[in-house]
């Protein structure tokens, strides 16, 4: 008897073959670009034109509703590609947006962790060649505490010898002189601004950490943070920083902005993204004169924090302890998708409810595009698991579905894409598993002119192509190496089954 050794179930999501898959360790990822990115010279980094803004813009949209396709598609056309990387370490899926190898865009790299758990807290390290580690340091912490977002500029501050017309100077680039456009913490007009912008506006209790690094003098603190101006918010998340590093750490030392009023070194007044965080009247020209308590600056001394990950762990720390796990609203357990005679039936399970008004029931042709076809209301407030149902009637070809929950205050969740091919005149059942160094495909219903299995690696390229037959299949694949791989099988131009295959 041949022993399974992975099954896959029918009506998977698409393997997306346009967009490009990685694996490893997304903190070797970031280290490799840190390494090849420009320096202080060349003149590499370019500013975006209004177009192309609007564009990354419109790209972050499909992004951030999971509509990756499209988000890869209008990556390409401004240089960029979006990459989905998988994380051994953490067993977490990462979307990288970086710079296409002959792109001409230094804009920056970005990572987003769709399913974090800290999905507030965003970390930004502008200066990645000047200030030591801290683009390490950041993307560390993002992993570490299973962050949102991290941020991370694309060259040197000082590579383009443009001024950026922003106040504030800097001897960073040498004698003291107004920032350079490079320098992505002291200027308006780029795609760093603007994402600030998109993830500043998306939601209402994100937070930017923003990590910097100094020359620490004899009477320099080892730390010093502010939110760009001199008053204190409620809550305050700087103090509540601090508090945690002094329990890593009790040698460090401190100067906080709105606490040390006398204290005006590095201070951060000019950093055009917290002006915007602080809704400045100019963010390119105008200190802010109030807070949100959202931006937080911290400039680092080397040693203790920076220096390697024994520091950078100390920071960690102190951001997971500061930004405590909150409750889901909605905990979904699972969302399937299966054919109940002409039907497809949604099922959705949830473990627990909160402030849970609605979920409406979404369907696209194409996976990017969703329009809501229903409507099923919530429990409010509940601690006992539920089993939701939706029916509803397919089109002929694909069919997707998503989730979107909201609250009672009108906040909302997308859960994942599920998806079905569908066919009024065929019956075709396939099941498609791995045994014995062979691929078995079992084709229950028969099909005139055969079904198509088509395997494919990781990056998309085809290994194995055969037709198959009623009953069973063997594809014999002991040349291939062990590891997950993608098939499709397709007849008379429709998609019956795709999915994945672990061959070991």
Same mark, same amino acid.
């Given at each position: 008897? #041949? =022993?399974?050794?992975?099954?896959?179930?029918?009506?998977?999501?698409?393997?997306?073959?346009?967009?490009?898959?990685?694996?490893?360790?997304?903190?070797?990822?970031?280290?490799? !670009?840190?390494?090849?990115?420009?320096?202080?010279?060349?003149?590499?980094?370019?500013?975006?034109?209004?177009?192309?803004?609007? /564009?990354?813009?419109?790209?972050?949209?499909?992004?951030?509703?999971? &509509?990756?396709?499209?988000?890869?598609? =209008?990556?390409?056309?401004?240089?960029?590609?979006?990459?989905?990387?998988?994380? +051994?370490?953490?067993?977490?899926?990462?979307?990288?947006?970086?710079?296409?190898?002959?792109?001409?865009?230094?804009?920056?790299?970005?990572?987003?962790?769709?399913?974090?758990?800290?999905?507030?807290?965003?970390?930004?390290?502008?200066?990645?060649?000047?200030?030591?580690?801290?683009?390490?340091?950041? @993307?560390?912490?993002? =992993?570490?505490?299973?962050?949102?977002?991290?941020?991370?500029?694309?060259?040197?501050?000082?590579?383009?010898?443009? %001024?950026?017309?922003?106040?504030?100077?800097?001897?960073?680039?040498?004698?003291?002189?107004?920032?350079?456009?490079?320098?992505?913490?002291?200027?308006?007009?780029?795609?760093? $601004?603007?994402?600030?912008?998109?993830?500043?506006?998306?939601?209402?209790?994100?937070?930017? @950490?923003?990590?910097?690094?100094?020359?620490?003098?004899?009477? /320099?603190?080892?730390?010093?943070?502010?939110?760009?101006?001199?008053?204190?918010?409620?809550?305050?998340?700087?103090?509540?920083?601090?508090?945690?590093?002094?329990?890593?750490?009790?040698?460090?030392?401190?100067?906080?902005?709105?606490?040390?009023?006398?204290? /005006?070194?590095?201070?951060?007044?000019?950093?055009? +993204?917290?002006?915007?965080?602080?809704?400045?009247? +100019?963010?390119?020209?105008?200190?802010?004169?109030?807070?949100?308590?959202?931006?937080?600056? !911290?400039?680092?001394?080397?040693?203790?924090?920076?220096?390697?990950?024994?520091?950078? $762990?100390?920071?960690?720390?102190?951001?997971?302890?500061?930004?405590?796990?909150?409750?889901?609203?909605?905990?979904?357990?699972?969302? /399937?998708?299966?054919?109940?005679?002409?039907?497809?039936?949604?099922?959705?399970?949830?473990?627990?409810?909160?402030?849970?008004?609605?979920?409406? @029931?979404?369907?696209?042709?194409?996976? @990017?595009?969703?329009?809501?076809?229903?409507?099923?209301?919530? #429990?409010?407030?509940? *601690?006992?698991?539920?089993?939701?149902?939706?029916?509803?009637?397919?089109?002929?070809?694909?069919?997707?579905?998503?989730?979107?929950?909201?609250?009672?205050?009108?906040?909302?969740?997308?859960?994942?894409?599920?998806?079905? $091919?569908?066919?009024?005149?065929?019956?075709?059942?396939?099941?498609?598993?791995?045994?014995?160094?062979?691929?078995?495909?079992?084709?229950?219903?028969?099909?005139?002119?055969? !079904?198509?299995?088509?395997?494919?690696?990781?990056?998309?390229?085809?290994?194995?192509?055969? *037709?198959?037959?009623?009953?069973? +299949?063997?594809?014999?694949? %002991? &040349?291939? $190496?062990?590891?997950?791989?993608?098939? #499709?099988?397709?007849?008379?131009?429709?998609?019956?089954?795709?999915?994945?295959?672990?061959?070991?």
């Amino acid at each position: 008897m #041949r =022993k399974l050794i992975w099954v896959i179930l029918l009506w998977q999501p698409l393997f997306l073959f346009g967009q490009t898959m990685e694996s490893g360790d997304v903190f070797t990822k970031i280290s490799t !670009i840190i390494s090849n990115m420009p320096l202080e010279n060349g003149d590499d980094y370019s500013e975006p034109t209004n177009g192309e803004i609007l /564009d990354w813009i419109d790209m972050l949209d499909d992004l951030f509703t999971a &509509n990756y396709a499209s988000a890869d598609a =209008k990556a390409d056309a401004l240089g960029y590609d979006v990459v989905e990387f998988s994380d +051994n370490t953490t067993s977490e899926t990462y979307y990288v947006l970086e710079k296409l190898g002959n792109g001409a865009n230094y804009w920056g790299t970005y990572v987003l962790n769709p399913n974090a758990d800290r999905e507030e807290v965003i970390l930004m390290s502008p200066h990645p060649r000047f200030d030591f580690n801290t683009a390490k340091e950041g @993307i560390y912490c993002f =992993k570490a505490i299973d962050a949102g977002f991290f941020m991370m500029a694309g060259t040197h501050r000082c590579n383009h010898t443009d %001024e950026s017309t922003c106040s504030g100077t800097t001897d960073a680039c040498g004698s003291s002189a107004p920032y350079r456009i490079s320098d992505l913490a002291h200027s308006v007009n780029s795609i760093w $601004q603007a994402t600030t912008e998109y993830l500043f506006t998306l939601t209402s209790d994100s937070y930017f @950490i923003q990590l910097h690094g100094f020359t620490k003098t004899g009477s /320099d603190p080892y730390v010093i943070m502010s939110n760009g101006t001199r008053q204190t918010p409620g809550p305050d998340p700087i103090t509540a920083i601090r508090d945690e590093l002094l329990i890593a750490d009790p040698v460090l030392t401190f100067k906080i902005a709105h606490i040390d009023l006398d204290w /005006d070194r590095l201070i951060g007044f000019t950093n055009t +993204n917290g002006r915007l965080i602080n809704s400045s009247a +100019n963010h390119c020209t105008t200190n802010a004169t109030s807070t949100s308590g959202r931006f937080v600056h !911290i400039e680092q001394e080397k040693t203790r924090l920076r220096d390697n990950s024994t520091g950078w $762990q100390k920071m960690a720390t102190a951001l997971t302890e500061s930004f405590p796990l909150q409750p889901l609203t909605v905990e979904l357990v699972s969302f /399937d998708a299966e054919m109940v005679g002409e039907k497809v039936m949604l099922s959705w399970v949830v473990a627990s409810e909160t402030d849970n008004d609605f979920f409406a @029931i979404e369907k696209s042709a194409d996976g @990017i595009k969703f329009q809501t076809i229903g409507n099923i209301t919530g #429990r409010g407030q509940a *601690t006992t698991p539920k089993t939701y149902q939706y029916l509803d009637t397919p089109s002929i070809g694909d069919n997707y579905y998503r989730l979107r929950q909201v609250d009672f205050d009108g906040k909302m969740e997308l859960s994942p894409i599920v998806s079905i $091919q569908y066919s009024d005149n065929s019956k075709i059942e396939i099941r498609v598993f791995a045994s014995d160094s062979q691929i078995i495909a079992l084709m229950e219903n028969p099909e005139p002119d055969g !079904i198509q299995i088509q395997l494919f690696d990781s990056l998309g390229r085809l290994l194995v192509k055969r *037709t198959l037959f009623l009953g069973e +299949n063997s594809i014999p694949v %002991e &040349n291939i $190496q062990k590891g997950i791989y993608h098939f #499709r099988a397709t007849g008379n131009g429709q998609l019956f089954s795709a999915g994945s295959l672990l061959i070991n």
